[in-house]
């Protein structure tokens, strides 16, 4: 069974730190690009970073600014965003999945994704 779970979500004030974690189980990890998206109340859901497997170049929606950074350790099956400087805005369930191909934009067409980590940042 393909199984995606996230954690690391917290409570943090604004201009604080969380690492997220991606812990993939029953697929081969290293086939898939990782995506990080995210969805708060009463907007779209919003692709936030994703890392290619081939050349582990990363992308990031531009609201990211260089704050966050993804990453993804094979030998472990597991990926990280670490989020640096986050801002109320920020809040939002977190999410990964994998993807054939690496996309923050078309985040609806997914091969597998998980339960999500709540971040919630105040002010």
């Known amino acids: 069974e393909v199984q995606l779970v996230e954690s690391g979500g917290g409570l943090v004030q604004a201009g604080g730190s969380l690492r997220l974690a991606c812990k993939g189980s029953?697929?081969?990890?290293?086939?898939?690009?990782v995506v990080w998206f995210r969805e708060a109340p009463g907007k779209e859901r919003e692709g936030v970073s994703c890392?290619?497997?081939?050349?582990?170049?990363?992308f990031y929606g531009d609201f990211v600014k260089g704050r966050f950074t993804i990453s993804a350790d094979p030998a472990k099956t597991t990926a990280y965003l670490q989020m640096n400087d986050l801002q109320p805005e920020d809040s939002a369930v977190y999410h990964c999945?994998?993807?054939?191909?690496?996309?923050?934009?078309?985040?609806?067409?997914?091969?597998?994704w998980g339960q999500g980590t709540l971040v919630t940042v105040s002010s």
């Open positions: 890392i290619s497997r081939s050349d582990k170049r990363a």
């Open positions: 999945a994998t993807r054939i191909t690496c996309s923050i934009y078309d985040v609806y067409v997914l091969d597998a």
């Open positions: 029953g697929f081969t990890f290293d086939k898939y690009d």
